[in-house]
C-alpha cells in the first residue's frame, strides 16, 4: 500500500471540484456511442469547466465495454475524487483517538503502578486473567 502521504499529494495534484460521470452525451455535450462514459469536472457552481472522455467501443458476450472504461468504473473514478479525501479524514480521526486512548491508557497504568501495592496488582491482574478465562 502506498504511503498515506503520497494518497494525498495525489488527491491534491488532482484537478480541484465536483467530479461526476455521466453517460448522457447531451449533458457532457459530446457524441459517442452507448457504451462510453464520461467524467465531468464542475469548478464552478453552474458549469463544468473540464471533460474526460472515455470513449465507449464493443462490447463482450456479457455486455462490458472492451478496451475501454466501463460506466461503473468511471463512476467509481469519478466519486474517488471526494472518497479518497473523506477516508484520509477519518484516517487521521481514528489516529488521533488511537493517539488520545494510548495515552489515557498510559496514564492510568502509571496510576495503577503508584497507588497500587505490588499485592493489589498480583490480586488485580489475576482477576483480569481468570475473568477473560471464563469469558
Known amino acids: 500500500m502506498r ?29 459517442r456511442d452507448q457504451y462510453g462514459a464520461s467524467i465531468l469536472v464542475k469548478c464552478k457552481e453552474d458549469s463544468w469547466c473540464d471533460l474526460y472522455v472515455i470513449e465507449g467501443g464493443e462490447q463482450d458476450e456479457q455486455g462490458a465495454a ?8 468511471a463512476a467509481f473514478i469519478a466519486h474517488a475524487r471526494q472518497d479518497i479525501p473523506d477516508l484520509l479524514a477519518a484516517l487521521e480521526a481514528k489516529d488521533a483517538e488511537i493517539e488520545q486512548l494510548t495515552n489515557a491508557l498510559d496514564a492510568a497504568v502509571e496510576l495503577f503502578e503508584d497507588e497500587c501495592t505490588p499485592n493489589e496488582q498480583d490480586a488485580f491482574v489475576w482477576k ?3 475473568q477473560e478465562l471464563l469469558g
Open 66 to 73: 472492451i478496451g475501454v472504461l466501463r460506466n461503473a468504473d
Open 128 to 130: 483480569i486473567q481468570t
Open 3 to 31: 504511503e498515506i502521504e503520497q494518497i494525498r499529494a495525489g488527491c491534491e495534484a488532482a484537478t480541484p471540484g465536483l467530479w461526476e460521470s455521466t453517460d448522457d452525451a447531451d449533458q457532457a455535450g459530446y457524441k
